[in-house]
């Protein structure tokens, strides 16, 4: 492999070095090349939140094509700039001529761009809108539409359909169709559940969909895991669908009997995911996704799957509401946010090690040669920067860590320990690169200690006069740091105003600790 040095100008770095860096060939695993590769080999962008600046999305395509990458699925979601429904177009919006620049952009580079329209459920930016509102399967629950409401949602979906076709001229439309929590929810779809069964209102649905997007010279691409579950939704569908198998390092049965999807003769793609719950700002399971990588690949592979497509989830797909009355909806705040893209290189450049292997590769020796080739790192180093990002890497919910042998002061001592290791290592090349681990490390740290003292308040011995010690703890965190730090490592990807609500929800938790044990100090 070729060493990339960068050369700094204060906080500067020229666009097509950064984001070259996050795709740098490697060839760690002495790949075996397979003797049918994927026809489909994608990637999938979710700009739900994080929306990317158009020169780092051209060149996130170009470095993904020298990868051999040929399909990009673009979950635009609010960031598209829609013409008859104008009013679904977000604040981060693309103009309609950036979308078909760089859609032609990415066919000079050979990858087909891929539009994903979800129709079904996490429709939550379209149906906030009241416009919509007979289109709701909840009237609080702006996720799903309602599958009985056939014709609105017909007529909504042309529109949409179409108007992707303006812009893309892929062969496929993602119609998403995953997650669908509200299936059999509303009133009219209760009596149809009670008569048919929620596999056939999922189906018939789905089915008006695909004819729909066949009618306008498309093949439709769908999310198997409702289909999965209730496999009669499969009878009746025609036979140009596609299903992705979405499978995150579990088994192949979680979501239902896989050998029925397998024997109903659709064409099937796979797509694991190099971030996924339960990583948000404060967490990353890198083992998790190492393994998902280097299991499901070889996996799909073996059963015949014709695509492969890897995920990188910005955010859960699930919202919070902040209403401004009973019935009026300000504003959705996405629930977990993650860590930015810029920070998963590593187990991108190990995606695309292991598309072009028939043999799964082995994880500890993958970073080990990562960490010494592209940082410079010898092999002790490389030994304590791969321990230092697997430790501990537990949840804590209601003050309870998910490892049921730690509590928080154990997870708090376990991620000062990362991040010291990190802040102990000094990349020789890839500086820029290297950061965003060091960053995580003190963000989880620092999460941690908002946790810890939130514990503490919470204890059935707690009261005001612990409130000066605890108050002097959060003090010592700085948060401004940490948002200047992200700021610099991101501004490139990110917009600014992006990166401000990225900050100022990642602080929210210390913020209204620091607030009321001030209240009560006074």
Not at 35 to 53: A, N, S, T, W, Y
Request: net charge neutral; charged share 25%; hydrophobic share 40%.
């Amino acid at each position: 492999m070729r060493s990339i040095r960068i050369k700094w100008n204060g906080s500067l770095l020229m666009m097509v070095v950064v984001m070259a860096l996050l795709f740098a060939g490697h060839s760690y695993a002495q790949p075996i090349e397979p003797k049918e590769p994927f026809k489909i080999r994608g990637f999938h962008l979710d700009l739900r939140v994080q929306v990317m600046k158009m020169p780092a999305l051209k060149e996130f395509a170009l470095q993904l094509s020298r990868n051999g990458i040929n399909t990009l699925i673009m979950e635009w979601e609010a960031a598209y700039p829609y013409e008859k429904h104008s009013v679904i177009t977000g604040q981060y919006a693309y103009s309609r001529t950036e979308v078909r620049t760089f859609i032609a952009y990415c066919k000079s580079l050979n990858i087909d761009v891929i539009p994903l329209q979800q129709s079904f459920g996490h429709v939550e930016y379209i149906l906030r809108h009241y416009r919509y509102k007979e289109l709701r399967e909840d009237k609080k629950d702006f996720s799903q539409v309602n599958p009985l409401k056939e014709a609105l949602c017909k007529e909504l979906f042309t529109d949409l359909f179409k108007d992707m076709i303006t812009t893309h001229d892929s062969p496929y439309i993602h119609i998403g169709g995953d997650e669908t929590y509200l299936l059999g929810h509303s009133e009219e779809s209760k009596k149809k559940v009670a008569a048919v069964g929620k596999g056939r209102l999922y189906g018939d649905y789905i089915k008006m969909l695909c004819d729909l997007v066949i009618s306008l010279g498309k093949r439709p691409v769908v999310w198997a895991d409702i289909a999965l579950n209730y496999p009669d939704a499969l009878t009746g569908l025609p036979k140009e669908t596609i299903f992705v198998d979405w499978n995150y390092g579990w088994s192949l049965d979680r979501f239902g009997d896989h050998e029925k999807l397998m024997k109903s003769g659709f064409e099937i793609w796979g797509s694991p995911a190099i971030r996924s719950h339960p990583d948000n700002y404060f967490l990353t399971e890198w083992k998790k996704h190492f393994e998902n990588i280097r299991t499901f690949i070889p996996q799909a592979r073996t059963l015949g799957y014709k695509g492969m497509v890897m995920t990188s989830w910005s955010t859960s797909g699930l919202y919070s509401g902040i209403q401004e009355s009973t019935t009026d909806l300000l504003d959705l705040q996405a629930i977990r946010r993650v860590y930015p893209i810029s920070g998963f290189r590593m187990l991108i450049a190990a995606y695309f090690n292991q598309l072009k292997s028939s043999l799964a590769f082995d994880i500890d020796r993958f970073v080990h040669d990562y960490a010494k080739e592209t940082y410079g790192f010898n092999q002790s180093q490389s030994v304590l920067f791969w321990k230092a990002l697997q430790r501990a890497p537990f949840e804590v919910n209601q003050g309870k860590v998910s490892q049921a042998d730690l509590n928080v002061v154990n997870l708090l001592d376990s991620a000062r320990r990362s991040a010291l290791d990190l802040h102990s290592l000094k990349a020789a090349r890839n500086k820029r690169e290297f950061a965003h681990y060091v960053l995580m490390a003190d963000i989880r740290t620092f999460y941690l200690t908002c946790i810890w003292v939130e514990s503490e308040m919470n204890s059935t011995d707690y009261n005001s006069g612990k409130a000066s010690g605890l108050l002097k703890v959060l003090q010592g965190l700085d948060a401004e740091e940490l948002n200047q730090r992200f700021e610099e490592l991101n501004s490139d990807l990110l917009f600014k105003d992006e990166i401000n609500v990225e900050n100022k929800l990642r602080n929210e938790r210390l913020e209204l600790l620091r607030r009321k044990l001030s209240q009560q100090i006074n």
